[in-house]
C-alpha cells in the first residue's frame, strides 16, 4: 500500500511538474503545449529510472542531462548533505557552495545571482539539493527548480521504499532460517543417532540427506529458487522426519511437470510443510498423512499443503498471519508476508482449518518471474 501510494504521488508530481514547466516557458495553448506536456513527462520518465536507484554519483551522473533539460538553464548540479555528487554544464558560480549549505540547513529553496538551490528531502528529512545557474534565471525558472525538486524527492523515496523492501525480506528469511534450526536440527541428529549401531549404512544415508538439506536452507545468496529445488529440499525434509517417526508418517505428493521450472521465493513451500509436521502431524497420536500438491492453474500454479492432524483454532491461525502471537509457528507469518511483498496482498496464505480436523494451506503463485534465479 505504501509503495502505491508512492507511486500515485509521483505521477501526481509529474503532471504538476509539466504544467509549472509548461508556464515557465509560456508556451501557448493547443497542439503546442500538448507537444511540451508530452516532452516534460518523457524528459521526466528517462530520468526516473536513475532516480529510482538512490542518491550516489551514478545514478546522479545518468539523471542529470534529463533534470537540465526539463530546468532548461546553463548548469544543473545535485548535492547531497556532504557535497556535491554531479555537474551537467558549465562549473557552478562561487557562492553555490554558500547558498546549498542555507538549503541543507533550513530546507528551504534560495535563490541569489543567477543561482536557484531548492532542497531534496525524504520523509522530512532533507537529504540533498538540486542547483540550477543560468543568467537569466526567472521567478518562473526558480518555481520550476522547485518543482522539479519536488517530483526528485518523490523518486527517491521510492527509491527508500525499495531498499526498505528488500531490507525487510532479508530478515525475514534470516529469521525463518533461524526458526529451521534448532528444533530441526536436534531431531534429525537425534533420529540419526539411533541407526547408528543397529544400521550404520543407514546413518550414512541420513547424514547426508541431513547435509544436503542444511546446505540447501542455510545458503546465503539469492532470494528465489525454482519449485523444483524447493520440493528437491522438501522431499530431504521428509526423508529425515520419516526416520523419526516411522510408520506414523504417511506422505503423498502431486506434482504437475509443468510447474516444476517456476521461480518461487527461497524457502516458501519448505516452511509450511515443516509447519504441518511440526503443528499438526507430531501432536497427533497414532499415524498421519500430509499431501502436497502442485496443479498448474493456466497463468498460476496453484500448491497445497494438507495434513490430517489435531488442527488449530480459525482465530489463533488469523491471530498467527497478523503477528499478533508468540505461537512458535512463525514461519505461516513470514511466508505469508513474504508472498504479499512479492506478489501483492491478494496472493497470501488461505488457511482452512478447525480442531481435530487437520489443516490445509494454499498459495498462489504467478507464472511470471519476479526475478532472476540464483
Known amino acids: ?9 509521483a505521477l501526481i508530481g509529474l503532471a504538476v511538474l509539466a504544467r509549472w514547466v509548461l508556464l515557465s516557458r509560456r508556451r501557448s495553448l493547443g497542439t503546442a503545449e500538448d507537444r511540451a506536456t508530452y516532452e516534460t513527462l518523457h524528459t521526466a520518465a528517462l530520468a526516473a529510472p536513475a532516480l529510482r536507484a538512490g542518491l550516489d554519483p551514478e545514478s546522479v551522473a545518468r539523471a542529470l542531462p534529463h533534470l537540465r533539460r526539463l530546468i532548461g538553464t546553463r548548469t544543473v548540479g545535485i548535492t547531497d548533505t556532504h557535497g556535491p555528487l554531479g555537474w551537467a554544464g558549465e562549473d557552478a558560480t562561487e557562492h553555490t557552495a554558500e ?16 543561482v536557484i538551490v531548492a532542497p531534496l528531502s ?3 528529512r532533507v537529504v540533498g539539493s538540486i542547483v540550477a545557474v543560468d543568467e537569466s534565471a526567472s521567478a518562473g525558472v526558480a518555481r520550476t527548480v522547485t518543482e522539479v525538486a519536488g517530483w526528485v524527492s518523490s523518486q527517491l523515496e521510492l527509491a527508500e521504499l525499495s531498499a526498505s523492501r528488500t531490507a525487510l525480506m532479508e530478515a ?14 536436534y531431531n534429525s541428529l537425534g533420529a540419526i543417532a539411533s541407526f547408528v549401531r543397529t544400521d550404520p549404512e543407514r546413518a550414512r544415508e541420513l547424514l547426508l540427506e541431513f547435509a544436503d538439506f542444511t546446505r540447501y536452507s542455510f545458503r546465503q545468496h539469492g532470494d528465489y529458487t525454482t519449485l523444483a529445488e524447493e520440493l528437491r529440499s522438501i522431499e530431504r525434509y ?10 506414523r508418517l504417511k506422505v503423498i505428493t502431486r506434482i504437475a511437470p509443468e510447474v516444476l521450472s517456476l521461480t518461487v521465493p527461497f524457502l516458501t513451500v ?13 501432536r497427533k497420536p497414532g499415524p498421519g498423512t500430509l499431501t502436497v500438491i502442485a496443479e498448474d492453474a493456466g497463468a498460476e500454479c496453484l500448491i497445497s499443503i494438507e495434513d490430517d492432524g489435531v488442527g488449530s483454532e480459525p482465530e489463533t491461525v ?3 498471519l497478523a503477528g499478533r502471537t508468540s505461537s512458535p509457528s512463525v514461519g505461516l507469518a ?6 504479499r511483498t512479492v506478489y501483492g496482498n491478494d496472493h497470501g496464505l488461505v488457511v482452512e482449518t478447525a480442531p481435530g480436523l487437520g489443516t490445509k494451506v494454499t498459495l498462489r503463485i504467478p507464472k511470471f518471474t519476479p526475478t532472476t534465479v540464483d
Not at 500500500?1 to 504521488?9: C, E, F, R, Y
Not at 525475514?172 to 536440527?185: D, G, M, T, V, Y
Not at 519448505?270 to 507430531?282: K, W
Request: hydrophobic share 50%.
Open 238 to 247: 521428509l526423508v529425515l522426519e520419516k526416520a523419526r517417526f516411522g510408520d
Open 1 to 9: 500500500m505504501t509503495v502505491a501510494l508512492g507511486v500515485a504521488a
Open 334 to 339: 513470514n511466508v505469508d508476508e513474504r508472498l
Open 172 to 185: 525475514e528469511l534470516r529469521a525463518l532460517r533461524a526458526q529451521i534450526s534448532p528444533h530441526f536440527i
Open 270 to 282: 519448505q516452511p509450511l510443510v515443516e509447519n504441518a509436521v511440526r503443528h499438526g502431524l507430531e
Open 122 to 124: 525524504v520523509e522530512g
Open 318 to 320: 488469523r491471530a498467527a
Open 99 to 114: 547558498l546549498v549549505a542555507v538549503v541543507l540547513e533550513h530546507g528551504r529553496s534560495q535563490a541569489s545571482k543567477g
